[in-house]
Each structure stands twice: as structure tokens, then as C-alpha cells.
């Protein structure tokens, strides 16, 4: 372990300031939490449910279910997107599946089994309690999806289909083709589309939040900006639920869609809102290499492909002939010789590491070198290719189409790329932030994960947030202010919260610079990549935060912004999404600095094992990281979670 | 390696949905054939910036022909001339060097342009709101397993469901007609177990929806020709038959009045 130097510990400024955080988890064995617990919070009568006004930023699988859940129950909800339609969310590209423990293949999956599996899958740094809890709702998620037409696979005997994925030892993950996000997505999506048309939730689209409003230290509104007119509205309720997913998109290159940012998360986190983890990030090993320097955002190929597919490189770095030409002898599949038993299934985190260790030693393949081959000779030769064809057809297509090869003669080429952010908001078991009244949701929290997320599981979390956890939770806030109204608009926390936005806008429009935001995005990404990517060292967080600071200050002085605020500017939009970025940067490499072990995503040079594993350090680094905001010009303050895993021993990871 | 390309392209302007447009011509030149089309119109606006200029605003966002986000005319093709593929999977390396590129937004009533390519298509939302779900309140489902579906009925119903909502029917019909659309939603729901209960006050609801909004359809079969999912047309005859069904079925009966 890395011995922290006087000179690490002022810039990282991390100091415990004593507290730490109570996460309202219920006590009895953890069987029975969830039960104990909704039994014990506070319930909201129904026919008082309607007095109150929920506000839910965000249309994606944990907003939407949320959403169509709670107008269900008869609360007055009104939900917000930036998109033109709640059906854009990124929720929809999701490829792979949800995890259940249906144990429908009677393969010995099992609640228990599941929660376990995901424990040690975040590489022990995730709440057990909550982890439990999404594992008992995981099978009523299959239950409510189903019954709302989503079109699962199925077998000849019309009950559903299951496969294993992204290294689980079960078959629990259920599937609709390669488009489970996008089918899960329209069903959460319908389910609120009928609560609009019934009038129960009133719907806003373009519309970014770009501020939360508190009153007395509690969540009471936020203000957004309307993005085809440009006006800036607050709108006030008894509790703000963000449901705005995750911050991948600080790597510029990542799987995340254009639009997906940190905005709605970071306001709340500068109006007192903790940020939980920020260096947990995943980079997942499928995806397709960058071509060129004009390359926008990196596709995703389903990891259900290493089922079939086998990953190698050439064991000769000057090796010229095409993949079918190399003989067995010179190739190194080099996941199936150094983790016999897992084999190319081996976790995310512990697969992409790999890539880039045989990538940096000069192996890797393509016309840049910066990939690994994904082989499909093997199982077309075994299974047939009509087979192949059925299972993965449309990655296949998919893949064609962007690279211009066919993966059926040649191997596919992948390499890692962000994908996810286990970090987040901090929240309690109730899925409250700090803030009172402030929930977060799905992949903008930080809960369920722990250090890396398992294949499949992002799709559960979401949908168990939203349908199953929120709607009882909620109510232990909100019962209290029964007979309160809402803090109305027009009150000055609004009036001043407005002002704030209003300015920000101008100072970013005013500063007459030469260069766009995205070409500072890329900029910034680039650091992210290369310093807070897929290794950390010490040296080079000292580096990136430096470096991060001085692109801070020219994107400040030298941001060229066109256009005029009352209509559609995306320059605009992306500008303050790309300054809320460059504080996450900072904060994110500040988090992987204090850190000085390496966990699940999260790797450090220093702290590695005799053969180059992540070293976990549970003496000292067996919490929650929460920061909390100082203000512009100070550092934020480190609080601490402490993590104590009873139903799941503590144990080194090992997939060999 | 890749090669590059030098094109023109002549790209619709508008400032806002009641100003007047227009067509406005731009060079790009060295654009690598591996990028896709969206990254083409990235590189014009950074070029527009640097020399500053307003840049082109155009839809988009998860750029993996998902999310149903971008669509544009692209020389009179919905999603340009790549069969089942929205534009932003389509590829530079789908046009030659020296090529003359036309783009315009979708061209509909029920879409009114908001700016440059971008267009308003919330009324296929209203669709959706009027029936396009199955009324299950969380946490009232049976078991998943309670009701099988044989796996073709279920394959059939995800052919439906693969409908990704970017409007390319609706722009490639010379009737500007949502039918393909709406009937993707439809046989998705309607074909399934799950959907009977609800199946004809769905059909009638959703199509009755969808004719305030569009136009009407009279079989040209544009809208499968530009559909990025290649949704097939038969589901536009399922609907019809559905919908004169829901007509009979919907009656009020005596007792009912």
C-alpha cells in the first residue's frame, strides 16, 4: 500500500470532518429488513395521497416507473425531460438483459444467490441491506414487466427464456432479443403514457433542470430552462425525485448517449446534496474502437457475446495476416489461460483491464491497434450460423454497419469503453439524498453497485427504484407535511434560484472565446481517459487535477457560445453540461486519490496483488466515500459510510 | 485506412416553426469514410463555429439507431438511402467524393419544424397516451409465468415492438399518415395475452387519436421502405382489421345506455 505524502493528503484535502452517515438502515436479520421497514416508515392515507405533489426529474426506467407508479397510488406527480419524448432515455440501449432470482431453470439461483453475487460482484463496497432488498424485488420486476406485454424471449413452450451473462454462475437474466433496455424502457414508458392520458401526471418535455431549489435546508423545487423557447420556470412540490442517470459522458468517449450528463445530479450536489464514489466508473470491455479523432461516442456490443464469442490477440506484436490465417500456437486468448474457470466470462472491471494490459504491450489488433479480437469461428463451426445468427443477429448488423466488416468471416473487434458510473448521489436506505425531500434514483444514486456492476443489473436497479422502493419510501417524508402547500413560486428561494440560472447562462454566452464547448468536452475527456480511466496512479491524479483546473480556466475564458438563448442552441445546453463536468473531473479525481486501494472499477497501480489483480484495503477503505460541496473556491469535505458486510465474509475476488 | 470525401451539401435553415426557411450550401471537405453521417454534420459545425457562424441544429442523441432521436431527409430519403438504417448508423462510406448531399427535416404537418432539422413530433406520444399500454398498476401482475406465450406469438409481438418512434414513416408518406407507427404499437400490445382485455377500446382509441393528428393511408408502402426497423406492413392490416372490429365490439349494448 501507497503511503499518503503530506504534500497528496493537502491536495486532496479529503479530512474527515468526524460525521459520519446514517443510512436509516433497518435492523433485524436481513431477510427481514425490507419487511420490518415498510412496516415501520410512515404511510401517506390514500385518500391524502393526492394533497401532495411529487416532482421526478428524468423519464428513464427509474423515472418513468416511478413516475407512472406513484400517480398510480394517486400522488400529483409532474415529470420533466430534456428529450422531445420520455422513449429517448438511455434506459433504451441497453442491449443485454435484467437479472431475476426467479430461479426459473431451477439451476439453484436463489434471492440469497443473487444478493451475494452482487455483493461480491461490487468487490465489497456496496450497502449490504440495499443490495438484499433489490434482489427480493428483482423477481416482481420480471412479474410487473410481463404483464404489461413486454415481449420477453421465450421457449417453444411459450414460459420465458433465461441465459447467463456477464459471468454469473446461474441462468437468471432474462432478455427481449439484444433491445431489453429499449422494450423495458417502452413498458415503463406506456405505463406513464397512460397515467398522462388520465391526467395524473403532467408531462414536461424539453425541459432541462439546472437547479434545485431548497427552503430551510429541504428539497422544495427545482428551475429548468424550456429548450425550444429558452425560458427559465421554477416549479414547486413537497419532494424532488432525480431519476437523471449517470456521468460516463465526463470520458467525451463513452457508450452514454449525446445528451446524457451530470447536470440535475451536480446542481443538487452544490444546494447540499453528497456525492458518493465518483471514481467508481466502468469501462466495459465490448465495445467497438475508436477509428479516428472525429469519432463522437463509442457502440456497445452486448456482453452477452462473450457467451459464444473468444477473446484473443496475436501473440506476435508484428503480426501481419488476417485473424483466420493465425494459427492456434499464435494466439493468445489470453482470458481463457489466466482464469481457467471463468474464462472469457470473467467480470467487467477484471476483463477491460486485461484488453488494455495486452493492447499496451503492443498486441492489440485493427488498423490503430487499439483492439482485441472477439472470435465467433469457434461457435459457428459448433452451433451453425443460423444459430449464431438468431442469438446476437442484430449486433452483428450493428456491428457491419459502423465498422464496414462482417463479423460472420472475420472476428469483431472490441475494446473497452465507459459505460456506467456506480458512483452518485448518496442516498439512505429510503433512497434520500441528504437533502431532505431529495430522492435519487436508478444509476444517479450511488447505492446498489458497490465499486463495479455486474451485466444485467442496471435495468433491475432502475426498475426496482422506481416501482418497488420509492413508492413506499417516499411516504416517510411526506407524510409529516400533510396540510403544508407547497413553498410557492413565487417565494425568493425561487425568485433568487432563477436569477442564479439566468446569469450563469449569460456569463457562459459572454465570454466571447474561440473555441466550442465540445471541443473542450473532448479535451477534458481525454484527461479523464488517460488519468481516471482504467488505471490510477498517484502521480497522475496530481497530474489530471492540475491539468483539469488550467482547461477549467481557458474553457472560462476562451468558450465561444453562438446563437441566441430564446430558441434551440445546443451550444448552450452542452456548455453548462460541460462546466458541471469539469467539477465532477476534479472531485472525481480527488475521490480516486484518496482512495489508495484499488476495488472493482476502481484500480490503483499502487495497491495490486503479486499478479496484477486489484488489492482491496477493508482496513481503511471499507466505506462510503460521500463529498460534500464547500463552494466554489474550497474543496469539498469527505464524509464516510462504514461499510460492514455480515451475511457476505469478506474475501479477495478471484475468478481464476 | 480510410479514404475522404469532399462534398457540398444543401441544408435546411429555419430560425424558428413561424419564420420562413431555406436552403443554405456548405462545402466539407477530407471527411473520413468511417465516420457516420452525424459525425460528417459535427465536423460542418465546428467548422461553422470556428468562422462564427450559428451551427446546424439537428436531432440526435444515442447515435446507435436506438433511441429514435435523429432523422433527416437526406436527398428525399428518410434516413437516407441505407435500407433499415437510421441516419446515424448510416456511414460516410455509403456516398462517393464530389457528391451534392440535400438535407431537409421531416416534412409534416402533425411535425412542424422547430429549428433547422429538428421538428416537433409529440403527437405520437398522444398515440401512445390514448391506449398504448396495458392497464397493470404496479404490483398487480401474476406471475410471469402464469401465462405462456408460444414463442412465435412472442417473436411476431417484438417484431412490432422494435418500432424505435423517429417519425421516418410518417415523413417518407406522401399522405404524411402515421399507420405504420401506430400500428407497430398496436399488434405489439394487441397481439399478446396480456393486451385482449383492453384490445379493442385500444384499437379504437389509438387510431382515432392518430387520424387528428395524420393523414390517411392509402397504401403506398413508403413508410416500410424508409422504416429503420423494417416494421413490417402487415401489422397495417392487423390494425385495420382490428379497428372495424373495435367499431362492433364498442357498441354500446340496451342495457348499456
Known amino acids: ?656 | 485506412m480510410s479514404n475522404t470525401l469532399n462534398l457540398t451539401l444543401q441544408i435546411w435553415r429555419q430560425e424558428a416553426t413561424d419564420a420562413p426557411g431555406s436552403f443554405q450550401s456548405y462545402t466539407v471537405r477530407d471527411v473520413p469514410d468511417d465516420a457516420s453521417f452525424l459525425e460528417m454534420l459535427d465536423t460542418l459545425n465546428e467548422t461553422l463555429i470556428d468562422g462564427g457562424s450559428v451551427p446546424i441544429e439537428f436531432p440526435h442523441d444515442c447515435r446507435e439507431g436506438i433511441c429514435g432521436t435523429c432523422g433527416v431527409m437526406v436527398n428525399g430519403r428518410a434516413h437516407g438511402q441505407e435500407k433499415g438504417t437510421a441516419v446515424c448508423q448510416l456511414h460516410m462510406r455509403k456516398f462517393n467524393d464530389g457528391d451534392t448531399i440535400i438535407i431537409e427535416p421531416w416534412r409534416a404537418t402533425a411535425f412542424p419544424v422547430l429549428r433547422d432539422l429538428v421538428v416537433d413530433r409529440s403527437a405520437l406520444d398522444d398515440i401512445v397516451a390514448a391506449g398504448g399500454f396495458v392497464s397493470v398498476p404496479t404490483g398487480n401482475a401474476p406471475d410471469a409465468n402464469e401465462i405462456p406465450i408460444p414463442k412465435d406469438v412472442a417473436e411476431s409481438a417484438m417484431d412490432a415492438a422494435s418500432c424505435i418512434g423517429c417519425g421516418a414513416c410518417v415523413a417518407a408518406c406522401p399522405n404524411s399518415a402515421a399507420q405504420l407507427f401506430t400500428a407497430a404499437k398496436l399488434w405489439h400490445l394487441n397481439s399478446l395475452p396480456q393486451g385482449q382485455p383492453e384490445r379493442y377500446r385500444r384499437s379504437e382509441a389509438m387510431v382515432d387519436t392518430m387520424e387528428q393528428f395524420f393523414g390517411s393511408c392509402t397504401n403506398h408502402g413508403e413508410c416500410y421502405e424508409a422504416c429503420p426497423k423494417e416494421i413490417s406492413l402487415d401489422f397495417i392490416a392487423y390494425m385495420n382489421r382490428d379497428y372495424v372490429k373495435s367499431k362492433l365490439v364498442n357498441r354500446k349494448l340496451a342495457s348499456q345506455r
Not at chain 1, 528 to 547: C, D, H, Q, S
Open chain 1, 1 to 656: 500500500m501507497q503511503e499518503t505524502t503530506e504534500d497528496a493528503s493537502a491536495l486532496r484535502g479529503s479530512s474527515l470532518n468526524g460525521s459520519s452517515l446514517n443510512s436509516q438502515v433497518p435492523d433485524g436479520p436481513m431477510a427481514d429488513k425490507w419487511e420490518n421497514h415498510k412496516f415501520n416508515i410512515k404511510l401517506v392515507n390514500p385518500s391524502n395521497k393526492r394533497k401532495f405533489k411529487v416532482l421526478i426529474v428524468g423519464t428513464g426506467l427509474a423515472g418513468a416507473s416511478a413516475a407512472a407508479s406513484l400517480a398510480e397510488l394517486g400522488y400529483e406527480v409532474e415529470a420533466f425531460t430534456f428529450h422531445d419524448t420520455p422513449r429517448r432515455a438511455h434506459s433504451i440501449a441497453a442491449q443485454g438483459g435484467i437479472n431475476a432470482a426467479k430461479n426459473y431453470p431451477n439451476d439453484g439461483d436463489s434471492v440469497h444467490r443473487l444478493f451475494y453475487d452482487t455483493v461480491k460482484g461490487g468487490d465489497f463496497r456496496s450497502r449490504e441491506a440495499n443490495v438484499h432488498r433489490l434482489a427480493q424485488v428483482s423477481v416482481d420486476i420480471i412479474d410487473q414487466m410481463t404483464a404489461q406485454g413486454v415481449p420477453f424471449a421465450r421457449e417453444y413452450g411459450g414460459l420465458l427464456a433465461n441465459r447467463s451473462f456477464g459471468g454469473a454462475q446461474v441462468s437468471r437474466t432474462f432478455y427481449a432479443r439484444g433491445q431489453t433496455g429499449q422494450q423495458l424502457l417502452l413498458g415503463a414508458y406506456q405505463q406513464m403514457m397512460r397515467q398522462v392520458g388520465l391526467g395524473k401526471v403532467k408531462l414536461h418535455t424539453r425541459m432541462e433542470m439546472l437547479d434545485l431549489v431548497t427552503k430551510d435546508g429541504e428539497a422544495c423545487g427545482i428551475v429548468c430552462r424550456n429548450l425550444v423557447t429558452g425560458e427559465v420556470t421554477s416549479h414547486s412540490g413537497h419532494a424532488v425525485v432525480l431519476a437523471t442517470g449517470g456521468y460516463g459522458n465526463v470520458f467525451y468517449l463513452s457508450t452514454n448517449a449525446m445528451a446524457c450528463n451530470v447536470t440535475a445530479a451536480w446542481r443538487a450536489h452544490r444546494k447540499g446534496a453528497f456525492f458518493a464514489n465518483p471514481c467508481y466508473t466502468q469501462i466495459h470491455p465490448t465495445c467497438i474502437p475508436a477509428s479516428d479523432e472525429f469519432q463522437s461516442k463509442l457502440t456497445l456490443m452486448s456482453e452477452s457475446l462473450r457467451n459464444d464469442g473468444r477473446i484473443w490477440v496475436p501473440r506476435n506484436p508484428d503480426e501481419t495476416r488476417a485473424a483466420a490465417d493465425i494459427s492456434e500456437r499464435d494466439r493468445y486468448y489470453y482470458l481463457e489461460e489466466k482464469y481457467p474457470s471463468f474464462g472469457n466470462l470473467v467480470p467487467r472491471d477484471v476483463a477491460s483491464r486485461n484488453a488494455k494490459t495486452v493492447v499496451d504491450k503492443g498486441l492489440g489488433v485493427g488498423p490503430l491497434k487499439n483492439g482485441v479480437y472477439l472470435d465467433f469461428a469457434d461457435a459457428i463451426k459448433r452451433d451453425g450460423k443460423a444459430t449464431i445468427e438468431a442469438k446476437y443477429g442484430n449486433l452483428f448488423q450493428m456491428y457491419e454497419r459502423i465498422t464496414g466488416e462482417d463479423p460472420y468471416a472475420r472476428p469483431m473487434r472490441i475494446y473497452p469503453a465507459t459505460h456506467y458510473t456506480m458512483g452518485g448521489l448518496w442516498v439512505d436506505y429510503n433512497l434520500m439524498t441528504t437533502v431532505p425531500g431529495l430522492y435519487a434514483c436508478g444509476e444517479a444514486n450511488f447505492s446498489d453497485h458497490g465499486a463495479n456492476r455486474l451485466g444485467a443489473s442496471a435495468l433491475m436497479q432502475g426498475l426496482a427504484d422506481g416501482y418497488f422502493v420509492l413508492p413506499y419510501t417516499i411516504g416517510d417524508s411526506l407524510a409529516p407535511k400533510l396540510g403544508t402547500e407547497p413553498v410557492p413560486t413565487s417565494d425568493p428561494v425561487f425568485q433568487s434560484s432563477e436569477q442564479g440560472v439566468r446569469d450563469r447562462i449569460s456569463r457562459l454566452m459572454s465570454i466571447g472565446g474561440t473555441k466550442s464547448p465540445d471541443y473542450f468536452h473532448r479535451e477534458l475527456g481525454k484527461l479523464v481517459w488517460n488519468y481516471i480511466g482504467m488505471e490510477r496512479t498517484e502521480a497522475g491524479l496530481e497530474k489530471a487535477i492540475t491539468e483539469i483546473q488550467a482547461l477549467n480556466e481557458e474553457f472560462w475564458r476562451d468558450l465561444r457560445v453562438l446563437g441566441d438563448t430564446d430558441t434551440i442552441n445546443s451550444s448552450i445546453e452542452n456548455a453548462g453540461r460541460v462546466a458541471d463536468f469539469f467539477e465532477l473531473a476534479e472531485l472525481m479525481a480527488r475521490d480516486a486519490l484518496d482512495r489508495a486501494e484499488s476495488c472493482g472499477g476502481h484500480f490503483r497501480v499502487e495497491s495490486q496483488t503479486e499478479d496484477g489483480e486489484a488489492l482491496r484495503d477493508d482496513e481503511d477503505f471499507s466505506h462510503v466515500s460521500a463529498w460534500e460541496w464547500q463552494g466554489e473556491d474550497t474543496i469539498q469535505v469527505k464524509h464516510a459510510e462504514e461499510l460492514a458486510f455480515e451475511e457476505v465474509p469478506l474475501s479477495q475476488r478471484s475468478y481464476k
